[in-house]
């Protein structure tokens, strides 16, 4: 079993930043892959982003790409997304994830075994 925690979400205007954290517990932290997905309002949950379980590979959705990085801290077992040049567009609830059972899956959201509970992230025009 694997608990996550998000935090780090909140109000920011447009061009601005955040980084988003999901701490995770459970398991051993550095056998499994982690995501980042979001869902604005009336929408499905998208992929966002994904690390390896050792962080060297990085997946990102091409609306995103060039803007965020996530990262990881295996010795602190948590998921890191930074967010640069953040746009209305951006705003939704992100949710971290984990263990989607291959790098060949890290793309789906149906692949992930274990959610957090979301942190919301508004960005204003």
């Known amino acids: 079993q694997v608990q996550l925690a998000e935090s780090g979400g909140g109000l920011v205007q447009a061009g601005g930043s955040l980084r988003l954290s999901c701490a995770a517990s459970?398991?051993?932290?550095?056998?499994?892959?982690m995501g980042w997905f979001r869902q604005a309002p009336g929408k499905e949950r998208e992929f966002v982003a994904a690390?390896?379980?050792?962080?060297?590979?990085?997946y990102y959705a091409d609306s995103v790409k060039g803007r965020f990085t996530i990262s990881r801290e295996n010795a602190k077992t948590t998921v890191y997304l930074q967010m640069y040049s953040l746009k209305p567009e951006d705003t939704a609830v992100y949710y971290c994830?984990?263990?989607?059972?291959?790098?060949?899956?890290?793309?789906?959201?149906?692949?992930?075994?274990?959610w957090g509970q979301g942190t919301q992230v508004t960005v204003s025009s």
């Open positions: 994830a984990a263990d989607p059972g291959s790098d060949y899956a890290v793309l789906s959201r149906l692949s992930y075994k274990y």
């Open positions: 459970g398991r051993a932290f550095n056998t499994y892959d």
């Open positions: 690390v390896s379980w050792g962080g060297g590979r990085t």
